[in-house]
């Protein structure tokens, strides 16, 4: 993403973050890595432990925001899949007159400049706020309709305009919102869910796909609803503990099962079923195109390395570019609002009042 053509996309102060090991509030939108959830036998009355860690990679593709990532980063991970590719899509608000790629997955939306690779986006879903349709100003193809999303990630909101160069499709808009829609409709398969409706005339309501491998009887619940859980009482003795990502809000979870041969045979069970999930995940999103695209490695040019020197200046351009109302030099006239009956300053074009709240809540 050139430096000129960077500041269009953000709407409020963005913080800088390099990518590290540990997730912080500050770095969770700009390359933050995740605990992995771990399973392991807890001793609660002193540091004796048997532990047993299953490592999944952290899932970020579905939960941040990512400018010119990598072309490793472009790749699908396990469990995500390809559901659509349109060739010919502008990125109006930060790459207005450069033509693109649109990869739709069940995780994320990703564009790249088909003339320079590295000039791309990954927006996770998990961070839209609002998808509508307005009309954009594109040097393509001049006044048109096109796709607004609004996002919020780290507490910063940003702004995505793409507009589709093949005249009277509507694919690009019936993709992104279909496929968007499925996504919040499947949460249960990807979140922490405590004190949910979880059963039904005594039965475990199982989602599509979910298989019941076996039952345990006897099991007590050692945890509270507290993110961090310690077992003071030493009468409860070795214990299951799962440990969740700092992601999904990094609880501890006890259980006690007898005998301790139980207890091991569960372990060893849980933990060899969470290995063949982590291989290949269900992230529950399900839609497909009558027309199946090619794969997303088969789609991805892989970057070269420029022989320059970037001026490093810039780069907090790449975040300044797509804040919602980025341009903005000055404060709007002042105009009277009926609906609040009092006086505000004048909306941009394509905005309403009822829009905004919709937005905030």
């Known amino acids: 993403m050139g430096p000129g053509k960077r500041a269009p996309y953000l709407?409020?102060?963005?913080?800088?973050?390099?990518?590290?090991?540990?997730?912080?509030?500050?770095?969770?939108?700009?390359?933050?890595?995740?605990?992995?959830?771990?399973?392991?036998?807890?001793?609660?009355?002193g540091p004796r432990a048997l532990v047993i860690m299953s490592v999944l990679d952290a899932l970020w593709e579905d939960r941040d925001i990512r400018f010119d990532v990598s072309s490793q980063q472009m790749k699908t991970r396990p469990g995500e899949v390809l559901i659509d590719c349109l060739d010919s899509i502008e990125d109006t608000k930060g790459n207005n007159g450069d033509r693109g790629r649109l990869?739709?997955?069940?995780?994320?939306?990703?564009w790249h400049s088909l003339a320079i690779s590295r000039i791309n986006l990954s927006v996770g879903y998990n961070c839209i706020l609002n998808i509508t349709t307005r009309t954009a100003n594109s040097k393509l193809r001049g006044q048109t309709e096109a796709l607004y999303i609004l996002t919020k990630c780290n507490n910063t909101r940003f702004e995505f305009i793409f507009t589709n160069l093949v005249p009277g499709s509507p694919r690009l808009f019936t993709?992104?919102?279909?496929?968007?829609?499925?996504?919040?409709?499947?949460?249960?398969?990807?979140?922490?869910?405590?004190?949910?409706?979880?059963?039904q005339n005594k039965q475990l309501r199982l989602l599509p796909q979910e298989h019941v491998y076996d039952k345990i009887s006897g099991v007590w619940n050692l945890s509270s609803d507290q993110r961090s859980i310690k077992i003071r009482d030493s009468k409860f003795g070795l214990a299951l503990v799962i440990e969740s990502s700092q992601q999904s809000g990094g609880y501890v979870l006890g259980f006690k099962i007898d005998p301790l041969e139980k207890l091991q045979e569960s372990v060893k069970e849980i933990n060899s079923l969470h290995k063949v999930y982590s291989a290949n995940p269900i992230f529950g999103v399900d839609y497909e195109m009558e027309e199946k695209p090619q794969s997303l490695e088969a789609l991805t040019v892989e970057q070269i390395q420029d022989d320059v020197e970037i001026d490093s200046d810039d780069h907090t351009d790449a975040f300044v570019a797509y804040f919602a109302d980025g341009n903005k030099q000055q404060d709007r006239e002042p105009v009277f609002s009926e609906e609040l009956g009092l006086a505000i300053e004048k909306l941009k074009?394509?905005?309403?009042?009822?829009?905004?709240w919709e937005v905030m809540s």
């Open 11 to 45: 709407e409020e102060a963005w913080i800088s973050a390099r990518a590290v090991d540990v997730v912080t509030e500050e770095a969770r939108c700009l390359g933050a890595g995740e605990t992995p959830l771990g399973l392991c036998l807890w001793e609660a009355r």
């Open 103 to 110: 990869l739709v997955t069940n995780l994320r939306i990703i």
């Open 175 to 199: 993709s992104v919102i279909a496929v968007h829609r499925a996504y919040e409709t499947s949460k249960m398969y990807r979140d922490f869910k405590l004190r949910s409706a979880l059963i």
């Open 349 to 356: 074009d394509g905005f309403t009042l009822q829009g905004l």
